[in-house]
C-alpha cells in the first residue's frame, strides 16, 4: 500500500523557521516526483512546491519564491520543505503528495496521489 506520512509542523513566530519531512513507503519513491500543498481553514488546498523525482529540479508558487525550499533524499525515501521566515499567511496544513513529473508550475490538484494525513503549521506571535 503506498502511504506518504508528513511530520515537522509546529507553532513558530513569525519569521521563524521549520522543515517539514514526507516520508514514502509501499512504492518506488525515487520514480515519482513530490509535491507540498497547503490549505487553511475555509480556503482551497494550494499548490507550494514540487521537486523532481532526480530532485534535479522543482518550482514554487510565487508567494514562497525565496523563503522555501523544498529538497528530497532518495535514499531515505524522505522530502523535505524548509520553511523560513514563516508568516502568518503560512499557517495552514501542509500535505505531501506524488506525481508523475513537475512542470513549470506545481500543477492541479488532480494530477497528484498518495495524499498524507497531512501536517499542521502555525505561525502566531
Known amino acids: 500500500q503506498s502511504q506518504l506520512v508528513e511530520s515537522g509542523g509546529g507553532l513558530v513566530q513569525p519569521g521563524g523557521s521549520l522543515r517539514l519531512s514526507c516520508v514514502g513507503s509501499?512504492?518506488?519513491?525515487?520514480?515519482?516526483?513530490i509535491g507540498w500543498w497547503r490549505q487553511a481553514p475555509g480556503k482551497e488546498r494550494e499548490g507550494v512546491a514540487c521537486?523532481?523525482?532526480?530532485?534535479?529540479?522543482?518550482t514554487y508558487t510565487d508567494s514562497v519564491k525565496g523563503r522555501f525550499t523544498i529538497s528530497r533524499d532518495n535514499s531515505k525515501n524522505t522530502a523535505y520543505l524548509q520553511m523560513n521566515d514563516l508568516q502568518p499567511e503560512d499557517a495552514a496544513t501542509y500535505y505531501c503528495?506524488?506525481?508523475?513529473?513537475?512542470?513549470?508550475?506545481?500543477?492541479?490538484?488532480?494530477?497528484?496521489?498518495?495524499w498524507g494525513q497531512g501536517t499542521q503549521v502555525n505561525v502566531s506571535s
Open positions: 521537486i523532481s523525482s532526480s530532485g534535479s529540479s522543482s
Open positions: 503528495a506524488t506525481n508523475w513529473v513537475c512542470g513549470l508550475r506545481v500543477g492541479r490538484e488532480s494530477d497528484y496521489d498518495n
Open positions: 509501499g512504492f518506488v519513491f525515487e520514480h515519482y516526483a
